[in-house]
Structures are given as C-alpha cells and as structure tokens.
C-alpha cells in the first residue's frame, strides 16, 4: 500500500512540472538561491502538497478535502529546528444515502521528500493491527524534542492525526468535561433545554460511579520513555458523548506506542436518538 501511495504521490508532484514547482522540490534552499517572498514559497508548496493529496484518492464522485492546521500547529511546537513542510489533510467523499457509512481518511503530505504517509483510512481501522506505524515513519523524518510539559500536546497529536472528523477534546478536568458534554447535547439536541438537560443528567450520574480521574498523568519510565495516561471526550455524530482512556508510551523523538485504550463512559456506545428523555 507505501508503495502505491507513494507512486501516486511523485505522479502527481511530477505533473506539476512549472520552473516554480521543480526549484521547490529540488532542495529546500531555493528560498534563497531564487529571492522568493516566504508568503510566495509556502502558498506554492501548500497548493503542490494539496494536489499530490487529490492524486491518492483520485475518482468521479466530489470529494471534500480540509487542511487540518490544527495538526501541523501541534507538531511544530515539538520541532528543534524551524519545521519542514508537512502539511495534514482530511479527505472525505460526501455520503450518497443515509445508509452510507463514514469514508475519511486523514493524511500527511511533505512536498521536498515528495513522501506521504496515510495516517488515518476509516475503511480500514478495523484490521489495522498498529495505528501508529505510519504516524511514526512520519515522526522519524522529522527532528522532534519531547519534553514531559509537552507530552499531553503531542498525545493530542497522536490523537487527532490517527482518526478523522477532528481532535477529540482532551480533559482536564470535571468543569471541561461538564461543559463539553452540556455544550455538545445542546447543539446535537437543536437547541432543546429540557431534551438537554434529561440527557445530561443522565450522563454525568453516570459518569461519576465510574470514579475515574481526569488529570492526565506523565511519567518518565525505566526505559527513558514517557508513560501517559489521557482522557479524550469524542462526539460520534447521533451518539452520546464517550469518554475514553489513552495509555501511551512516548519516546522523547516522538515515537508511539499504544499500550491501552478503553472507553470509560458509556459502558459501550449508545444512540442519541433512540434515547427518548
């Protein structure tokens, strides 16, 4: 599947052959050989990094394709030097019929190295046996320095780059998650009160007999690695709000590892609109 990818990938680079675009790809310091505005240069790589994107999924039905800034923010605060360019996309074809099933797929795209790496493909979360092989290949291009105050932020990453449809809220706290979970039956409810407030004094009752803690907890392990445990609040489109536990283990390079994960709150998923409060 790589090597699909990434033929695909240079295909779609190689079609781009203007002056502009082939001093792009041939070394990073054509900012200064060709006395580029940095404005000029990053709009070009951005729009030849959107086009390799296209190549991936080429095909007749329309596709929605978003540029997840909030992904390329958080990876940049982790970075040593200023970041090479990666840029992160969400691509996701609109459903035909109400029976169609989510298709997105999230993916990371760096022009200079003309590599991608799929990071997330809905069609196949289910059989993937290690959600974060790509995101590491990724991590081990790229010159990274976590420290224990920035772990949380990039497990956020982690998160947010291995499933689609946006990063989960990460909790802190019983006021976040209070809010989140009130904010969320309110707008999924159409604005509803007494709709939101059954539904939320059904949840967080329920919530609290779990005794969970929500302070996410870092620790430097014997191996030199970091140990985190996180809370992430997801929002399943038609589904309660699910609180559910991270165990990662994090390498100071940026290297993942899944240790657990459970869902804490709803003991398992549950239908919105069947509930009739």
């Not at 070009?44 to 800034?69: F, H, S, Y």
């Amino acid at each position: 599947m790589h090597i699909l990818l990434h033929i695909k990938v240079r295909e779609g680079l190689a079609a781009l052959a203007i002056p502009a675009m082939l001093l792009l790809f041939c070394g990073v310091s054509m900012r200064v050989r060709a006395q580029r505005t940095d404005t000029a240069t990053d709009a070009q790589v951005e729009r030849a990094a959107e086009l390799a994107a296209k190549t991936i999924d080429a095909g007749e039905e329309p596709m929605n394709i978003d540029r997840r800034r909030d992904l390329e923010t958080l990876l940049s605060s982790n970075e040593k030097k200023p970041a090479k360019n990666v840029y992160f996309y969400e691509m996701q074809r609109p459903a035909q019929t109400v029976l169609d099933g989510p298709n997105a797929r999230v993916i990371a795209v760096a022009p200079v190295s003309r590599e991608v790496y799929e990071l997330y493909d809905f069609q196949k979360s289910n059989v993937s046996s290690d959600s974060s092989q790509e995101f590491n290949r990724l991590m081990s291009n790229l010159e990274l320095s976590i420290s224990e105050p920035s772990v949380a932020g990039f497990a956020r990453l982690y998160l947010g780059s291995c499933d689609a449809g946006g990063v989960g809220q990460i909790i802190y706290d019983e006021d976040g998650l209070r809010s989140a979970v009130e904010n969320y039956y309110f707008a999924s409810l159409g604005g509803d009160v007494w709709r939101t407030l059954s539904a939320y004094t059904w949840w967080w009752p329920g919530f609290q007999k779990t005794s969970s803690s929500l302070q996410p907890a870092v620790k430097l392990n014997v191996n030199g690695l970091y140990d985190i445990s996180l809370n992430e609040l997801v929002t399943p489109d038609g589904k309660h709000p699910e609180l559910h536990q991270w165990d990662l283990e994090i390498s100071p390079e940026g290297k993942v590892k899944v240790l657990a994960t459970q869902l804490i709150f709803p003991p398992e998923p549950r239908w919105l609109f069947y509930d009739s409060f």
